[in-house]
């Protein structure tokens, strides 16, 4: 009897230690697929680059000519980078949105953060508004975090309510996309031509306003986050479990949620804030890392971030060739692919079960 005991325990630590490494290879395949991706989306634009150039490029810039330095160091490379960080923040976002909400169609758009940023980034560009020691350039953005995070602390104080469950906040949610869309609209309808102009072109999403300080911020935040994001894996895993097995193992469920909110409203706000709407990254890119390594969220979390930022690579490569000579926003590109890629998933979810 003991020794059938110790037979199964070591067939059982096998087959985790064998879990573990195809949930590795998983993820060192797809950090490899974001590294192609990004590579791609550099040598990818109106004049197009050798990969060997673009490796040129970023490692020994001085044996190419003066322009191809400049397309790939100044033009190119922030754009790609920023399409990556912007990708992984919201796809993380996301991932840790679904699960303490405790809903698949949980996420930064669908939940009205995007919109908030929205209305708080039609709100300077149509107003002027200024701010001394503030450069103007920044108003937009700063505008759009206050409002994003402004709306996270609403779903994060009804959360933390008793009277409303996990099906109000995410009701609350699609509410304040209905609100901050209209409240955008009528900010379309008095504005300016000039303003107007620029308003549409910041709601559909765009990379091209990319800039270093805009970079450092993101990378920052996301930098801060992780950890922190990290250090409450176990605990969103228990969560999945249920509220009652969660608290079973001692866990505050009303801290995890408080601080996890936080996070997303820090991600999500700031990406937002440097390149606009973008909409289904952060739903569908935590689907698919579902999909490959499961509900683990110390693997969960960093498929999300890294499936986030090799769908955000892959929509910005696409926004330069679906139309030859035009660059499309991002936010355009992210919508035409997310929505049958998100209803496939749904489609396929049955059979998997």
């Known amino acids: ?65 003066a322009p191809e330095q400049t397309i790939i160091r100044q033009v190119r490379l922030p754009y790609a980078l920023m399409a990556l960080l912007v ?81 109000g906040v995410v009701l609350f949610g699609i509410a304040l996309v209905f609100t901050f869309n209209a409240l955008v609209a009528l900010l379309q309808f008095v504005a300016s031509q000039e303003a107007l102009s620029q308003l549409v072109f910041w709601t559909m999403g765009s990379l091209g306003r990319s800039t270093w300080g805009g970079l450092a911020t993101l990378a920052v935040v996301l930098a801060v986050v992780l950890p922190f994001s990290w250090r409450a894996a176990d605990a969103m895993t228990a969560l999945r479990l249920g509220e009652d097995r969660a608290r079973s193992f001692g866990i505050d469920v009303r801290r995890l949620r408080l601080f996890s909110l936080l996070r997303i409203s820090a991600l999500a706000a700031t990406a937002v804030a440097f390149v606009g709407t973008i909409g289904f990254i952060g739903l569908v890119g935590p689907h698919i890392a579902r999909m490959l390594l499961g509900e683990d969220h110390r693997f969960l979390l960093p498929a999300s971030l890294l499936t986030g930022a090799v769908i955000m690579a892959l929509a910005s490569v696409l926004s330069k060739v679906l139309v030859p000579g035009v660059l499309l926003p991002v936010g355009i590109v992210t919508s035409m692919i997310g929505v049958p890629v998100f209803l496939l998933l749904i489609l396929k979810k049955p059979n998997r079960a």
Request: charged share 10%; aromatic share 6%; glycine share 8%.
């Open 1 to 65: 009897m003991h020794q059938g005991t110790e037979h199964d325990r070591a067939a059982i630590l096998a087959a985790y230690r064998a879990t573990r490494r195809r949930r590795g290879m998983i993820l060192l395949g797809m950090v490899v697929l974001g590294i192609a991706a990004f590579l791609l989306d550099i040598s990818t634009g109106p004049s197009p680059l050798r990969l060997w150039d673009v490796l040129l490029g970023l490692f020994q810039p001085d044996q190419l000519s």
């Open 87 to 167: 990708g992984a923040a919201l796809s993380l976002a996301g991932a840790e949105m679904q699960t303490i909400l405790n809903n698949p169609l949980a996420s930064p758009f669908t939940l009205g953060v995007s919109s908030a940023a929205s209305f708080g980034a039609a709100l300077a560009i149509v107003s002027g508004i200024s701010l001394p020691f503030v450069p103007a350039d920044w108003m937009v953005p700063l505008n759009a975090f206050v409002a994003a995070f402004a709306s996270v602390l609403l779903l994060e104080a009804l959360a933390r309510s008793r009277a409303a469950g996990m099906e």
